[in-house]
C-alpha cells in the first residue's frame, strides 16, 4: 500500500508559478511510474503529466507542454510539477497518482494504483 500527500497548491496570479510536491510512503517509490491530473469544478478529471520509474521519460498534455515540468527525486520519495507562466484555464484541483506497474507511466486514469487527496490550485487575473 501507497501513500500520496501533495502540497504546495494555493493562490497564484496569471502569468506567476507555483511549485506542487507529492510525497509518498514506502520503500518501492523508486519502481513507480507517477503522474499528475486535474479536475476543474463541472469538468472531468484530465490528464497533465506523467514520469517514468526512474525519471527518465516524461509526457505532458498539449494543453501544458511548455509551461509545466515534472520531476522526480527517488532519494527524497517526491515527485514535483513546477507550473510556469499560470493561466486562469489552470485552475482546478490536483491530483497526484502512482503505478505499480507501467515503468513509463500514462496518460489514463485507470492505469494508475494509488491517489493522494489532492490539493486546490486556484490562477487569479
Known amino acids: 500500500q501507497v501513500q500520496l500527500v501533495e502540497s504546495g497548491g494555493g493562490l497564484v496570479q496569471a502569468g506567476g508559478s507555483l511549485r506542487l510536491s507529492c510525497a509518498a510512503s514506502g520503500r518501492s517509490f523508486d519502481s513507480y511510474a507517477m503522474g499528475w491530473f486535474r479536475q476543474a469544478t463541472e469538468k472531468e478529471r484530465e490528464f497533465v503529466a506523467s514520469?517514468?520509474?526512474?525519471?527518465?521519460?516524461?509526457a505532458y498534455a498539449d494543453s501544458v507542454k511548455g509551461r509545466f515540468t515534472i520531476s522526480r527525486d527517488n532519494a527524497k520519495n517526491t515527485v514535483y510539477l513546477q507550473m510556469n507562466n499560470m493561466k486562469s484555464e489552470d485552475t482546478a484541483y490536483y491530483y497526484c497518482?502512482?503505478?505499480?506497474?507501467?515503468?513509463?507511466?500514462?496518460?489514463?486514469?485507470?492505469?494508475?494504483?494509488?491517489w493522494g487527496q489532492g490539493t486546490q490550485v486556484t490562477v487569479s487575473s
Open positions: 514520469i517514468s520509474f526512474n525519471g527518465g521519460r516524461t
Open positions: 497518482a502512482a503505478d505499480r506497474h507501467l515503468k513509463s507511466g500514462s496518460d489514463l486514469p485507470w492505469e494508475y494504483d494509488y
